[in-house]
Structures are given as structure tokens and as C-alpha cells.
Nanobody, 124 residues
């Protein structure tokens, strides 16, 4: 069983930055693809980005150029650096682990483990 714990959320003004962290339990973190998703009230969970076990990164157009994912396998941690935040980025942000390396990073169903989420609120 893998446990994921996110942190780093909070309230920020438009144009500001936040860095989210996700710490994973277990010894096989380095072999997992890791994803970040977000969910705003009344909306479906949305793909924000992913990083493969080998370090390749993938982003949707809505955040590309503003968000950056990285990982530190020695610390079992994946990061989401968010810059130029806008009110529409307000959501609960979740990290997730694809333990079977399925790829198709945007699919929530491809992830086996999820964190509890951390709230990000961007004020205008």
C-alpha cells in the first residue's frame, strides 16, 4: 500500500506562485509515474500534469509554461511548481501514483493511489 500526502496549498493573489509537495510512502516510488490533478467545486477532476519514472513531463495546454513538475526520488517526493496563478486555478490539488506505469497520464482511472488533496485558492 502506498500513501501520498500533499502539502503546500494556501491562499495566493493572482500572479503569485505556490509549490506543492507530495510525499509517498514505500520503497518503489522511483518506479512510479506520478500525476497531479485538481478539482474545483462542481467540476470534474482535471489533469494538471505528470512525470514519468524516468523524468519525462507532460502538461495540458491550460497550465503549460506556468506549471512545472519535478521529483526527488531520494526523498520520495514529487513537486508541482505553479507560477502566474489565476483565479481559475482555484481547486483542490491531488497527487496520484500510477504503480503499473500505464501511461495515458490524463486518465484518473490509470492511477492506483491518491492523496487527500490540498486546497489552492487564488484571489483576484
Amino acid at each position: 500500500q502506498v500513501q501520498l500526502v500533499e502539502s503546500g496549498g494556501g491562499l495566493v493573489q493572482a500572479g503569485g506562485s505556490l509549490r506543492l509537495s507530495c510525499v509517498a510512502s514505500g520503497r518503489t516510488f522511483s518506479s512510479y509515474h506520478m500525476g497531479w490533478f485538481r478539482q474545483a467545486p462542481g467540476k470534474a477532476r482535471e489533469f494538471v500534469g505528470a512525470i514519468s519514472w524516468s523524468g519525462g513531463t507532460y502538461y495540458p495546454g491550460s497550465v503549460k509554461g506556468r506549471f512545472t513538475i519535478s521529483r526527488d526520488n531520494a526523498k520520495n517526493t514529487v513537486y508541482l511548481q505553479m507560477n502566474s496563478l489565476q483565479p481559475e486555478d482555484t481547486a483542490v490539488y491531488y497527487c496520484a501514483a500510477d504503480a503499473l506505469n500505464r501511461g495515458n497520464y490524463y486518465r484518473t482511472s490509470n492511477y492506483d493511489y491518491w492523496g487527500q488533496g490540498t486546497q489552492v485558492t487564488v484571489s483576484s
